[in-house]
Every structure is written in C-alpha cells, then in structure tokens.
C-alpha cells in the first residue's frame, strides 16, 4: 500500500535549520494536497504548513510563518519543509501527510495518507 517516510530531522541549537523531505512509495501523490505537521511531548497534532497539487495555494501555522517554508518535490520526495530560526517551542515529531484531493486543508482529518514521523529537537 502506499507509504509516506520522513527524513531529515535531528538535534539542532536554537537558530539552526533543518530541511525535511517526504518520501512516497507504493503510489504518486504528484497531484495531491500535502501538509506537515508536528506533535510535541504532551501536547495533540498541530498543522504546520500546507500545500496545494501545483503550489499556488500554502497555508502556514501563524507560529512557524516567516521561518519555515513549504514545497512541491518530485515523484521520489513529494514535498519538502525547510525550517529556519528554529526555536526549542519548535521541538517535536514531524509528520508529512497527504490528501486524497488536490487541495490544501489544515485539518488533520483531510489527510488519508500519513508518514511515521521524524524527531526535531531543538536546544536552547
């Protein structure tokens, strides 16, 4: 079946950047709506950024906008989450996800397809 795998996380200092990649297998998601998104010890999911079949529509948590950045990949890693100035709030597991549709949602319920997570720590 299909499979999203996240990649790129790890442990930096407070005002460091990490660059996230999404992996698909088992299917394309080159025409579906993808997101990101973050849980934190303790704390439920939370939307992080969102992005649209052609990547004329994004959406951005108001806490990580101006830091990260979200964008369309190839068939290989469908989408992409470059995060500066990342701050210790920013610490958690990330998780890319993928729509059945086109659009861009920042619910969590839109999503169908759902990678396992990848752990960003970020130290102050």
């Known amino acids: 079946q299909a499979q999203l795998v996240e990649s790129g996380g790890g442990a930096v200092q407070a005002g460091g950047s990490l660059r996230l990649s999404c992996a698909a297998s088992g299917r394309t998601f080159s025409s579906n709506g993808v997101g990101w998104f973050r849980q934190a010890p303790g704390k439920e999911r939370e939307f992080v950024a969102a992005?649209?079949?052609?990547?004329?529509?994004?959406y951005y948590a108001d806490s990580v906008k101006g830091r990260f950045t979200i964008s369309r990949g190839n068939a290989q890693s469908i989408a992409y989450l470059q995060m500066n100035s990342l701050e210790p709030d920013d610490t958690a597991v990330y998780f890319c996800?993928?729509?059945?549709?086109?659009?861009?949602?920042?619910?969590?319920?839109?999503?169908?397809?759902w990678g396992q997570g990848t752990q960003v720590t970020v130290s102050s």
């Open positions: 992005i649209n079949w052609s990547g004329s529509t994004i």
């Open positions: 996800a993928a729509r059945t549709g086109p659009s861009a949602r920042m619910t969590i319920n839109e999503y169908a397809y």
